[in-house]
């Protein structure tokens, strides 16, 4: 059997999570409004292992990580009389929403990828470029 591993990294320049309808209350002040959260900048590491036979041809994925999210803003609507607290609640949503964020997207490819691997056209295009 022959086999052939590749390394790929993706970047990425633009990615919004958005939250439509949040409702918080401090004190004796309760406000509603949405969130968006902003990445300007995110890298996904991909390696892939192709295993040729004779016969037959199978995609493995080796590894599907984030390498970085850089450059996080978040917008909030709605804050009115709280929009004092605006940075303390920016710097808490980054901080506690980035590696849930970071999960997600390398949850997501993974499977997506997984699944687009398992199709037989991932060995033919190899088959092309060997010939």
């Not at 633009?14 to 890298?43: I, K, N, P, Q």
């Not at 009389?81 to 997207?105: C, G, V």
């Amino acid at each position: 059997p022959t086999s052939a591993t590749f390394t790929l990294h993706l970047g990425f320049g633009h990615m919004e999570v958005y939250y439509d309808s949040y409702t918080a209350s401090f004190l004796s002040a309760r406000v509603s409004g949405d969130v968006r959260l902003t990445v300007r900048r995110f890298s996904l590491l991909l390696a892939m292992t192709l295993l040729l036979n004779d016969d037959d041809c199978k995609a493995v994925l080796d590894t599907s990580t984030v390498e970085y999210l850089d450059d996080i803003e978040v917008g909030i609507s709605g804050l009115g009389p709280l929009n004092w607290a605006f940075e303390k609640i920016s710097e808490l949503m980054i901080t506690r929403y980035k590696n849930d964020i970071q999960h997600r997207l390398e949850e997501m490819f993974t499977k997506r990828l997984q699944k687009v691997m398992s199709k037989k056209y991932m060995c033919n295009i190899v088959y092309y470029f060997l010939r």
